[in-house]
């Protein structure tokens, strides 16, 4: 994917468990009010969020699978899902190993149908919304040396944000496998994330698991630093007012439903000025458009899957366009949606590190920001990165948010 700098410088969330048909909330003949889980699961079950069962029942002691439970994190992220390789939940396994929710340590390939594990499921939250953890975070349980390594940071990162509590007599119990009653509460919590009040950070606050502080910091100046076409500075752009969006062109569900999960994941980082769409009678500052490969030569001068055009003044952006070609296969096109998206945020150069990245140069089968992606987003708008800093500046501000 190609983008410019111009020249003058100024969780639909369904768990089908295999079958079609879902009961609603008020039918639900084993979750009554005063059941622990009864708020949460009404509401991710009317939401269309998890699905009841055809004969009324919820079951919500039943144990998720991993391929259940990867299925409600990559819906509630937008992303695709659909059977492969014969399995049913295959796309959206293939894109929870190459986005890092999971790796084959965790879950061997193919073996999908057994049960998710607490710890487990923090990782893959953890992942899909880029969470984090202050330095100096202690976890309170009595069991907490029995959590993996491979996973204790995804616990932290659930904990510090208000995301996870224990059992009443003080453990976690992370080996446990997960009930659908903890899934929908776990989900539930999810889905409210922006509505937690903010933890007080202790920096530093900026983790990605399986990337040390010097990948995350090196990352960040490739891609936020300079850019692939077009006038390049090697000083940080961002956008330091609401950007407000239009859409125009063919867009299709699947274009749509991609474009505003991954703004409103985005709009959970802290920093972000927020990413609105324009009201009617609103003059947009981010255009997006959806055009056929004729008109995006046209208008960009190549045949490219997508492109991103910006405007800044003293580094900071006022102004970008955003186009998607329709022409691409839609499994193209919703990984361009992603990519394209950030980069307009400032990150502007592809890099040829890091394959499993939306920012990679060759376009991969990435359809969704990486643990590390989201750690050079949260450190772009990071109030202590500011517009036009370089490369020194950065790295000396960036080994105090970076953990």
């Known amino acids: 994917m190609k983008r410019l700098i111009p020249l003058i410088l100024i969780f639909a969330l369904a ?11 008020a039918s639900l003949t084993d979750v009554n009010p005063g059941d622990w889980y009864y708020d ?27 391929a259940e439970f990867i299925t409600m994190a990559t819906r509630m992220a937008g992303a695709e899902t659909g059977s492969a390789a014969e ?35 923090c990782k893959v939250i953890a992942s899909t919304l880029g969470l984090g953890y202050p330095a100096g975070t202690v976890l309170p349980f009595t069991d907490s040396d029995e959590i993996g390594e491979a996973y204790s940071g995804s616990v932290m990162a659930l904990y510090a ?4 509590d224990g059992y009443e007599d003080g453990t976690l119990r992370p080996g446990d496998t997960l009930t659908r009653a903890q899934a929908a509460v776990l989900l539930y919590r999810a889905s409210h994330a922006n509505d937690e009040p903010e ?17 995350i910091i090196n990352y960040f100046c490739d891609v936020a630093l300079g850019a692939e076409y077009g006038d390049s ?28 999960s991954l703004v ?10 927020g990413i609105y769409e324009a009201a009617e009678d609103q003059e947009p500052n981010l255009s997006v458009h959806f055009v056929s490969t004729d008109t995006m030569v046209s208008v960009c001068g190549e045949a490219y899957n997508g492109y991103v055009n910006i405007w800044w003044s003293d580094y900071v952006i006022n102004r970008g366009e955003i186009y998607y070609n329709t022409d691409i296969e839609q499994s193209l096109r919703t990984g361009v949606i992603a990519e394209e998206l950030c980069q307009g945020l ?12 939306i920012f990679y140069q060759y376009h991969t089968d990435a359809s969704w920001p990486t643990t590390l992606d989201w750690a050079i987003i949260q450190l772009l708008y990071s109030e202590e990165i500011t517009p036009g800093m370089d490369e020194s500046t950065v790295r000396t501000a960036a080994s105090a948010l970076v953990g």
């Not at 768990?15 to 909330?25: M, Q």
């Not at 400032?346 to 990245?357: A, N, Q």
């Open 15 to 25: 768990l089908t468990l295999g079958i079609s048909a879902y009961a609603s909330d």
């Open 40 to 66: 949460e699961v009404s509401e991710m079950v009317s939401t269309g969020y998890i699905d009841g069962y055809e004969d009324g029942t919820f079951k919500p002691d039943r144990t998720v699978t991993v």
């Open 87 to 121: 399995h049913w939940a295959g796309i959206q396994m293939d894109n929870a190993y190459r986005s890092g929710w999971i790796s084959e340590e965790d879950v061997t390939r193919g073996v999908y149908d057994i049960p998710v594990t607490r710890e487990l499921a």
């Open 161 to 164: 944000s208000g995301l996870l």
């Open 199 to 215: 933890t007080e950070q202790t920096e530093p606050s900026i983790t990605a698991a399986g990337y040390t502080s010097e990948d």
């Open 233 to 260: 500075v090697d000083n940080v752009i961002k956008w330091t007012e609401p950007i407000y969006y239009s859409i125009e062109g063919e867009a299709t569900e699947t274009d749509l439903q991609q474009f505003t």
């Open 264 to 273: 409103a994941a985005l709009n959970r980082i802290p920093g972000i000025p």
């Open 346 to 357: 400032g990150l502007l150069t592809d890099t040829y590190d890091h394959p499993e990245s």
